[in-house]
C-alpha cells in the first residue's frame, strides 16, 4: 500500500503565510514528480505546481513568485510554501506523487486526502 499524508492546512489572513507538506510512505520502489493540486468550490482541480526528482519545477500563473514548492528524495516528501496569500487561494489542497511501487512495475499516480486552505480576514 502506498500512503500519501498532508499536513499544514488552515485559515490564514490576506497576506499571510502557509506551509503545506506531504510525506509518501508504504512500499514504494521511487518517487518521479511530485506536486500539488488545488481545487476551490465548483471549480475544477488545477495544478498548482510540480518538481521532478531532479528539482526542475513548474508553477501555476496566478502562484508564481509567491509560491515554492520543494522536495526531499530521501524522505518521499514534497513542501509548498505559500506566501502573500490570497482569498483566490482559497481551496483544497491535494497532494501528488507519480511513483514506481516495484523495479519493472509501472508508473502510477497517487493522491493525498486533501487539506483546506482558507484565506480570510
Known amino acids: 500500500q502506498v500512503q500519501l499524508v498532508e499536513s499544514g492546512g488552515g485559515l490564514v489572513q490576506p497576506g499571510g503565510s502557509l506551509r503545506l507538506s506531504c510525506v509518501a510512505s508504504?512500499?514504494?520502489?521511487?518517487?518521479?514528480?511530485m506536486g500539488w493540486y488545488r481545487q476551490a468550490p465548483g471549480k475544477q482541480r488545477e495544478l498548482v505546481a510540480d518538481i521532478t526528482r531532479f528539482d526542475s519545477t513548474n508553477y501555476a500563473d496566478s502562484v508564481k513568485g509567491r509560491f515554492t514548492i520543494s522536495r526531499d528524495n530521501a524522505k518521499n516528501t514534497v513542501v509548498l510554501q505559500m506566501n502573500s496569500l490570497k482569498p483566490e487561494d482559497t481551496a483544497v489542497y491535494y497532494c501528488?506523487?507519480?511513483?514506481?511501487?516495484?523495479?519493472?512495475?509501472?508508473?502510477?499516480?497517487?493522491w493525498g486526502q486533501g487539506t483546506q486552505v482558507t484565506v480570510s480576514s
Open positions: 501528488n506523487a507519480n511513483l514506481i511501487r516495484a523495479l519493472g512495475d509501472y508508473k502510477q499516480d497517487y
Open positions: 508504504g512500499s514504494i520502489f521511487r518517487v518521479n514528480a
